[in-house]
């Protein structure tokens, strides 16, 4: 499933998630440059998150050892594999982190993001802790933006692409059954044969769901309502005005509530 948009209006302009997109891709350009001088292996063991390497650093209590494993949980979150690694993740990001963003407020969200990153990271290492494959890239942070989407905007629409084998199909589905869906292929996949041969970290994108399920439940206790975005209906309501202060409301009867 590739999402393009969502449908909800938002008086935010996601300022956060378009800097975290612009990281992503200047470390993948980056990236680029570092394959073609051939130093691509130091930099891999350097910047990537490897089990082996941070359950041994923080086992020898060296700070230095454990700093810079510290250090690499957080520049993997900007570290891709491929062109379509790095496509992928960033049509989710936007699709999914523009509503989030508003939501939360805009350093509320990065900080959501990374502690997300965090929870995806520290349940990969729980799956596999003596693993010495590189782990990198921002689905586990991602993962956590959907977590916290299914529980504010349920019911939101995302427009986007459902690939039957070769065969692109349009979809537009309500939300929550798109990241049920995504969610339940995750679970699926650690489940079978595949989660040991597929290269990809299906463990950190469970955790990172749950860390923003987890997060975004304990900022809606503490503001259970906003009407900071709003889901439009059939009707030609206008747009709320753009403003830079998540916490300004909309007076909107006609709009739909988280």
Avoid at 112 to 122: H, Q, W
Avoid at 130 to 148: C, K, M, Q, R, T
Avoid at 242 to 252: I, L, S
Wanted: glycine share 8%; hydrophobic share 50%.
């Amino acid at each position: 499933m590739i999402p393009l948009r969502d449908n909800l209006r938002c008086k935010l302009f996601p300022f956060a998630t378009l800097v975290i997109i612009a990281l992503n891709l200047l470390a993948w350009f980056y990236e680029l440059m570092v394959r073609s001088s051939g130093a691509m292996d130091q930099f891999m063991y350097t910047y990537c998150m490897i089990p082996s390497k941070v359950v041994t650093a923080f086992q020898s209590a060296d700070p230095t050892l454990m700093l810079w494993a510290t250090i690499s949980i957080f520049t993997a979150m900007f570290l891709h594999g491929s062109w379509m690694h790095i496509i992928g993740n960033m049509l989710y990001l936007y699709a999914f982190g523009r509503g989030m963003e508003a939501r939360l407020g805009r350093t509320r969200f990065v900080t959501f993001y990374l502690l997300s990153g965090l929870a995806a990271t520290l349940l990969q290492l729980w799956s596999d802790p003596f693993s010495s494959v590189p782990n990198l890239g921002a689905s586990g942070a991602i993962a956590g933006v959907l977590g916290g989407y299914i529980l504010f905007w349920p019911k939101a629409r995302v427009t986007g692409i459902f690939m039957f084998g070769p065969f692109p199909i349009p979809i537009n589905w309500p939300a929550f059954i798109y990241l049920v869906a995504w969610f339940g292929t995750q679970l699926l996949s650690v489940l079978g044969p595949q989660v040991a041969e597929g290269g990809i970290a299906y463990w950190a994108h469970i955790g990172g769901f749950l860390g923003g399920l987890i997060l975004a439940g304990v900022w809606k206790l503490y503001q259970p309502v906003s009407d900071v975005c709003y889901i439009p209906t059939d009707c030609d309501c206008p747009e709320p005005a753009a403003t830079d202060d998540p916490d300004d409301t909309v007076d909107n009867t006609k709009a739909s509530k988280d």
